[in-house]
C-alpha cells in the first residue's frame, strides 16, 4: 500500500523533522554530560518549528514550498535555498578545516565533509548536465 503525501503532511513533515532532530541532540548531549547544551539546541529546534507551523498557516512562500509538486517559482526558490545552504556548509567545513590545520592538527572530521562536497558537486554537475 502506497501512502500519499498530501500538502498538509508536507507541512508538518518539516516541523516535525527539526522536532525529531531537536530530540536527538537533546538526548546525545545529555548522553554525552552536556545536558545544558542539549536543552539550548532542542529548545532552538523547536523554536524553529514553531515558527515553521505558523508560517504554514499564514505565508503563500511556504505553503507553496511545501506542495505535493510545486510551481517553477517555488521549486527555483527551493532549489536556490538548498543551494545557499550548500555554499554556507561547504564554507564553514573548509574554514573549520583549513583552521584546524593551522593549528596542528589533521581536520580529520573536516577533511571528509569537504571531500564530499566536493565530490557530491561534481557527480551532480555530470549527472545534470546530461538530463537537462
Known amino acids: 500500500m502506497r501512502v500519499q503525501m498530501t500538502s498538509n503532511t508536507a507541512r ?3 516541523p516535525g523533522f527539526f522536532l525529531v532532530v531537536g530530540v536527538a541532540c537533546l538526548t546525545a548531549a545529555t548522553a ?3 545536558l545544558a547544551l542539549g536543552l539550548v539546541t532542542f529548545g532552538i529546534l523547536a523554536a524553529c518549528s ?3 507551523v505558523m508560517l504554514g498557516r499564514r505565508s503563500e512562500t511556504y505553503q507553496g514550498l511545501t506542495q505535493k509538486e510545486p510551481d517553477e517559482r517555488f521549486a527555483r526558490i527551493g532549489g536556490l535555498a538548498w543551494a545557499g545552504t550548500g555554499i554556507v556548509l561547504t564554507v564553514g567545513n573548509l574554514s573549520a ?3 584546524e590545520l593551522a593549528s596542528g592538527r589533521s581536520g580529520d572530521p573536516y ?3 569537504v571531500a564530499a562536497a566536493a565530490i557530491t558537486y561534481i557527480v551532480f554537475v555530470a549527472l545534470l548536465s546530461r538530463h537537462t
Open 32 to 34: 554525552g554530560g552536556h
Open 97 to 99: 578545516f583549513i583552521g
Open 50 to 52: 514553531l515558527a515553521l
Open 12 to 14: 508538518r513533515s518539516v
Open 111 to 113: 577533511f571528509w565533509f
